[in-house]
């Protein structure tokens, strides 16, 4: 059975620091995604990751995955107060319908 | 059109009412799924419809009965819920090879069980 797990659970960050989420999963899988969810709201699509070492920049985050590993990583580069959400990544399980999400990590950025 | 409608955005129910939840996408996607989530915690799968077919029904309580009339459209009918079924609905859809492609989430209903 699939597991994805994310640390932290929870970060608190000044506004100007760089940190990294983590995300591990348990089985192969072809697809990694990221999703940010803000308080209250829908989720919104961040990256797809396909293939060992893909790299995806957008603006302050980027996404890597390493298949070998079983690892993603999710870079904030200089944090703004406008990333405080939630930050969730999701493998497909078997047959690419099945997605399992991880617990998600609560990101909050003081100014 | 790139998004998922989701209706109603609040809904609250007593345990002994029936109602639907509905869904709509005009983006040609052939996979619809429904997530539950709960507060704090991620969404979890419940049902699964590619091709308008039921594919995937995460042993979900039949008092929830999904329903998908056509390729645009996808409804969760809700029957004697129970309180612990609080939550927000959560409906996406994805193209058949999803490829590149992550899902695309509607706005969710949130549903409150009196």
């Known amino acids: 059975e699939l597991k994805v797990e994310q640390n932290p659970l929870f970060l608190s960050m000044q506004e100007g620091k760089n940190y990294t989420i983590y995300c591990n999963y348990s089985?192969?899988?072809?697809?990694l995604y990221w999703y940010r969810q803000d308080p209250g709201k829908s989720l919104e699509s961040l990256f797809v990751?396909?293939?060992?070492?893909a790299v995806k920049q957008e603006g302050r985050l980027m996404a890597s995955l390493d298949t070998k590993a079983r690892l993603s990583t999710l870079h904030i580069t200089a944090a703004v107060h406008d990333l405080s959400a939630t930050y969730f990544c999701?493998?497909?399980?078997?047959?690419?319908?099945?997605?399992?999400f991880g617990a998600g990590t609560r990101l909050f950025v003081k100014a | 059109d790139t998004e998922v409608t989701q209706t109603p955005k609040h809904l609250v129910m007593g345990m002994t009412n029936k109602k639907s939840l509905k869904c709509e996408q005009h983006?040609?996607?052939?996979?619809m799924y429904w997530y539950k989530q709960k507060a704090k915690k991620p969404p979890e799968l419940m049902f699964v419809?590619?091709?308008?077919?039921?594919?995937i029904n995460e042993s979900v309580p039949s008092r929830f009965s999904p329903e998908c009339p056509n390729s645009s459209l996808l409804n969760l009918h809700l029957h004697a819920l129970q309180p612990e079924d609080s939550a927000l609905y959560l409906c996406a859809s994805s193209p058949i090879q999803k490829q590149g492609y992550g899902y695309t989430f509607g706005s969710g209903t949130r549903l409150t069980v009196v």
């Open positions: 419809y590619s091709y308008e077919k039921l594919s």
């Open positions: 999701a493998v497909d399980s078997g047959g690419g319908f099945k997605t399992i």
């Open positions: 990751l396909l293939s060992n070492g």
């Open positions: 983006m040609g996607h052939r996979a």
């Open positions: 089985t192969t899988s072809d697809r």
